[in-house]
Nanobody, 118 residues
Framework: QMQLVESGGGSVQLGGSLRLSCAAS?????????MAWYRQAPGPGRELVAR???????NYPDSVKGRFTISKDNAKNTLYLQMNSLKPEDTGVYYC???????????WGRGTQVTVSS
């Protein structure tokens, strides 16, 4: 059973930066085929903001491409999300997710709040 704990959220102004961390325990992120960050703005539904595969391939939606960077440190068993040039529409709760298959629920953390003011 994998546990995920996010940290690094906070309040920043337009154009600011934050680095989120997701510390894993109970299992190694090295063994997970997909690690990802999602965000949930007020309202239903979570939006994928970054994904990294076991081989290091990354993908991002157009809304964050060029501003966000996902990375992982297998030795520290930690996933990261570097967020630059933040916009108010980036506001939300950011969740870490680990999956072996994309059609599985996988494991989720409890989230960390990011608030961007204009």
């Amino acid at each position: 059973q994998m546990q995920l704990v996010e940290s690094g959220g906070g309040s920043v102004q337009l154009g600011g930066s934050l680095r989120l961390s997701c510390a894993a325990s109970g299992s190694s992120i090295f063994n997970m085929n997909f690690m990802a960050w999602y965000r949930q703005a007020p309202g239903p539904g979570r939006e994928l903001v970054a994904r990294i595969t076991v081989g290091g391939q990354t993908n991002y939606p157009d809304s964050v491409k060029g501003r966000f960077t996902i990375s992982k440190d297998n030795a520290k068993n930690t996933l990261y999300l570097q967020m630059n040039s933040l916009k108010p529409e980036d506001t939300g709760v950011y969740y870490c997710n680990a999956q072996q298959r994309l059609d599985s629920i996988g494991y989720w953390g409890r989230g960390t709040q990011v608030t961007v003011s204009s």
